[in-house]
């Protein structure tokens, strides 16, 4: 572990509450050794730093200014908690962010009073905040009692539909409710979109240094009185640019926007929003992701996502990789299948290097587009681009698409419109826990009519399924693929298109058949090596498709086995349940068939390493022989365990 900084100031700290006795001076110390202190956690255990660097001030003041846990801080995404755990009698395990048994890497109610509201997709704080103002107002009931409710919300996910409906029913309901716009102009992929033009016009242009000076003097400005203050700032500002105008038409009253990182500029104004603030309040604050570490304020991303580093150099030590990464894979052979046809398009929410859709703009950049933090409008987008003949590939991780369900319903599924879904970090991820993890998309896209739904083996096989979805116009189809680097199989030059709705064969045998479906057939290869010791040679099938399902080759396994395990990285509801409701539909089961289906369990599993968290899953080699064994009822050391 690196020398740890010397922090005499944060030593002293071991809750909020110790804040509010300090002098403002001792604040701006206690922001240098808090920096200090994240960037060293950090370079131990990898994680979100551009984020968290970037409000460290911002943190600090909040806490000092607030009385929290009863004051409710809900941090959007909440990538930028690290600041915050440092602050919240969590500094002892800082250095176990993201890790077995760790500390979480966004905020979690369960981990800590002082995490209200938990999070790790964004623009929910608006809503999540407007909700614990309903409820202290209503007489709600908790143990650490119900003040202020503050959001922290950045300009990425301020491009996304919800944080307008939270502000436009805030505005209607007029509760006293603090919404902080951290605007760094960035989100983790450069902010598109005419919200992050809005906020750029307040100070990219000539007046900006008018601008910031107008902004610091405005907090001599602000009350006593409050509303002559409120109203003569807010006359700068509209004098200057555009000021607030959009927020005020919402109903909150607009201040800023200021230095976040200007301890004299954020205390006064937080400490006068405090005191005299009456309904729906936005405070625009101007910070810079990376803040205060050189290789993150010079980094592409400012440092966004970053693996354990060199803290003197910046220099991350990652593993050197055996095989491409599933998502260059993808990238690569959309790439080459563009090349080929000029109406195939892709479309990304705000992930274009998370999804490899970089590499597509670098080559195609007008048919490229980043809709920004707004799932629900990529899905319905690229349904009118097909409505319109074109070919779009819709690139989101699983546990983002969630979030435009509906549309992929009503205006893709029903439609029948041969959207192409590109399912990236399907299964589990690891360090992102929960939140982040593939678990549901088999079940909500499999049981939509009409839908075609495949599932990559290996980094070959995604190749092969990228050029099924470009040729296929029949409807809606999808294919998934986890995080991380392929098996490292021999590559074919190009893909070539699958036969709809059939899988293959990989290896003969007897008595059982494993079905697979995705990336766990590797771990079917190793458990059948382990049962090949043990006598039994089973049949090794990989599905590609949980819809259609290949209906011969379900049907001849069961046929000639004594038992059929399916095995997929998904939950229940899926790929095995199409299977079960398929061999119950055809009287296989009156048949005496022996049929078993492993999915991920029904639990939330928290973040570790993703072997660790398939061990917590019993999806691993072992797991599967063990299964074997049971099902066939063979004495083991894996089957004597009862």
Same mark, same amino acid.
């Given at each position: 572990m690196p020398d740890q900084p010397a922090t005499p100031l944060l030593d002293r700290i071991s809750r909020p509450a110790d804040l509010h006795g300090l002098t403002d001076s001792q604040l701006v110390q206690l922001s240098r050794e808090v920096r200090e202190e994240t960037i060293s956690a950090v370079s131990v255990t990898g994680g979100h730093l551009g984020a968290g660097l970037g409000v460290v001030e911002l943190t600090v003041a909040l806490h000092a200014v607030f009385d929290t846990p009863r004051d409710k801080i809900v941090w959007d995404v909440s990538h930028?908690?690290?600041?915050?755990?440092?602050?919240?009698?969590?500094?002892d395990r800082i250095r176990t962010l993201r890790q077995k048994d760790g500390l979480s890497g966004f905020t979690k109610r369960s981990e800590s009073p002082y995490d209200p509201f938990g999070a790790a997709h964004?623009?929910?704080?608006?809503?999540?905040?407007?909700?614990?103002?309903?409820?202290?107002?209503? %007489? *709600?009931?908790?143990? &650490?009692? !119900? @003040?202020?409710?503050?959001?922290?919300?950045? /300009? #990425?996910?301020?491009?996304?539909?919800?944080?307008?409906?939270?502000?436009?029913?805030?505005?209607?309901?007029?509760?006293?409710?603090i919404v902080i716009l951290n605007d760094n102009e960035m989100s983790i992929a450069p902010p598109v979109g005419a919200m992050s033009s809005y906020l750029s016009r307040l100070y990219a242009e000539e007046p900006f240094q008018d601008f910031k000076a107008a902004a610091k003097g405005a907090v001599s400005l602000l009350p006593y009185p409050f509303?002559?203050?409120?109203?003569?700032?807010?006359?700068?500002?509209?004098?200057?640019?555009? %000021? *607030?105008?959009?927020? &005020?038409? !919402? @109903?909150?009253?607009?201040?800023?926007?200021? /230095? #976040?990182?200007?301890?004299?500029?954020?205390?006064?104004?937080?400490?006068?929003?405090?005191?005299?603030?009456?309904?729906?309040?936005?405070?625009?604050?101007?910070?810079?992701?990376?803040?205060?570490?050189?290789?993150?304020?010079?980094?592409?991303?400012?440092?966004?996502?970053?693996?354990?580093?060199?803290?003197?150099?910046?220099?991350?030590?990652?593993?050197?990789?055996?095989a491409p990464s599933y998502t260059a894979v993808f990238a690569e052979s959309l790439v080459q299948e563009a090349a080929d046809d000029d109406r195939i398009c892709a479309v990304t929410a705000a992930m274009p290097d998370g999804t490899g859709l970089n590499l597509f703009a670098e080559r195609y950049p007008s048919r490229c587009f980043d809709v920004g933090i707004a799932e629900q409008?990529?899905?319905?987008?690229?349904?009118?681009?097909?409505?319109?003949?074109?070919?779009?590939?819709?690139?989101?991780?699983?546990?983002?698409?969630?979030?435009?369900y509906d549309q992929v319903v009503h205006d893709v599924a029903i439609q029948r419109l041969p959207v192409r879904f590109a399912i990236d970090r399907a299964g589990l991820?690891?360090?992102?826990?929960?939140?982040h993890a593939g678990?549901?998309?088999?079940?909500?896209?499999?049981?939509?009519?009409?839908?075609?739904?495949?599932?990559?083996?290996?980094?070959?096989e995604l190749k092969h399924m990228v050029a099924t979805a470009a040729g296929y116009d029949d409807g809606p189809i999808a294919f998934r693929f986890p995080r991380g680097e392929g098996k490292g199989v021999e590559m074919p030059e190009r893909g070539t298109p699958l036969e709809i709705g059939k899988g293959r064969i990989i290896r003969t045998g007897s008595r059982v058949a494993l079905l697979s479906f995705g990336t766990r057939l590797?771990?079917?290869?190793?458990?059948?090596?382990?049962?090949?010791?043990?006598?039994?040679?089973?049949?090794?099938?990989?599905?590609?498709?949980?819809?259609?399902?290949?209906?011969?080759?379900?049907?001849?396994?069961?046929?000639?086995?004594e038992a059929l395990i399916t095995i997929e990285e998904g939950a229940v509801g899926g790929f095995g349940s199409h299977v079960a409701q398929l061999l119950a539909d055809e009287g296989v089961f009156d048949r005496g068939l022996k049929y078993r289906s492993m999915v991920l369990p029904d639990i939330f599993i928290d973040q570790a390493s993703p072997a660790d968290m398939y061990a917590v899953a019993g999806m691993n080699a072992g797991d599967i022989e063990a299964k074997v064994l049971d099902v066939l009822a063979i004495a083991s050391l894996g089957a004597q365990r009862a």
């Open positions: 930028q908690c690290y600041p915050h755990k440092i602050l919240t009698e969590r500094r964004s623009s929910t704080s608006i809503s999540a905040a407007l909700g614990f103002a309903v409820a202290r107002d209503l %007489g *709600g009931n908790v143990p &650490e009692g !119900l @003040g202020d409710a503050i959001a922290v919300i950045g /300009d #990425g996910a301020m491009s996304a539909g919800m944080a307008y409906e939270a502000m436009n029913n805030a505005g209607h309901l007029k509760k006293r409710l509303r002559e203050g409120a109203k003569r700032a807010k006359d700068i500002l509209k004098g200057m640019a555009v %000021g *607030g105008t959009l927020f &005020e038409q !919402l @109903g909150f009253s607009y201040l800023g926007p200021i /230095d #976040g990182h200007d301890m004299n500029q954020l205390l006064p104004v937080l400490r006068t929003v405090k005191a005299r603030a009456t309904g729906p309040i936005l405070i625009h604050v101007l910070t810079k992701k990376g803040k205060g570490y050189g290789p993150a304020e010079n980094a592409r991303d400012k440092g966004h996502g970053v693996s354990k580093f060199n803290v003197l150099t910046g220099e991350q030590k990652k593993s050197p990789s055996n409008h990529g899905v319905t987008f690229s349904a009118g681009m097909a409505a319109g003949g074109l070919k779009p590939f819709c690139a989101m991780y699983s546990t983002f698409l969630q979030r435009g991820v690891g360090a992102d826990g929960a939140t678990a549901f998309d088999v079940a909500y896209l499999a049981n939509l009519p009409g839908f075609v739904v495949m599932a990559a083996a290996d980094e070959a590797a771990e079917v290869e190793k458990a059948s090596e382990a049962l090949a010791a043990k006598g039994i040679t089973p049949t090794i099938a990989d599905a590609r498709f949980a819809k259609p399902l290949d209906r011969d080759l379900i049907l001849s396994l069961a046929e000639d086995h």
